[in-house]
């Protein structure tokens, strides 16, 4: 249990303000969902607030590219390239689709 607990609290976190933030009765999709682990290194809604690259305002292509390249080891990381390992195809659309929609 103490093990889990800071990740779940920092999550439900990101949820709650992810659900406060989203107008009553809109559906959340599944790239949206996807997305939330992105916030804690990215920030919210893709607007890093510091040393972290920002996705807001990237294109699909972008980080669809991006995502797949750290995911081949084609393009170095640090972190990237374990994290977007754990993503399938489908999946990473569905979290550039989400990027790529934001104002
Ligand atoms: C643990 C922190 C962390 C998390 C979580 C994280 N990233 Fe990253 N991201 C980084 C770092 C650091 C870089 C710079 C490349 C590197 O060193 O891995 C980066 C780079 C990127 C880039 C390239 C940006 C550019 O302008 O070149 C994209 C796209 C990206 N991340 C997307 C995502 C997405 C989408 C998620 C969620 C599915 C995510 N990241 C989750 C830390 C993180």
């Known amino acids: 249990m103490p093990r889990f607990s800071l990740p779940a609290t920092l999550l439900s976190g990101v949820i709650a303000l992810f659900i406060s933030t989203t107008a009553p009765g809109a559906e959340i999709s599944q790239g949206a ?3 939330n682990s992105c916030a804690a290194c990215h920030g919210t ?6 040393a ?3 996705l807001n305002g ?5 980080i669809e590219r991006a995502l797949k390249g750290f995911r081949s080891g084609e393009r170095d990381s640090t972190v990237m ?10 999946e990473i659309a569905q979290i550039a689709e989400y990027f790529a929609g934001l104002k």
Do not use: C, V
Not at 45 to 50: I, L, Q, R, T, Y
Not at 58 to 62: E, R, T, Y
Not at 81 to 90: L, Q, T, V, W
């Open 81 to 90: 390239g374990r994290h977007a390992s754990g993503y399938s195809d489908e």
């Open 52 to 54: 972290m690259p920002t």
């Open 33 to 35: 969902m996807l997305s």
């Open 45 to 50: 809604d893709g607007n890093s607030p510091g």
């Open 58 to 62: 990237k294109s699909a292509d972008f």
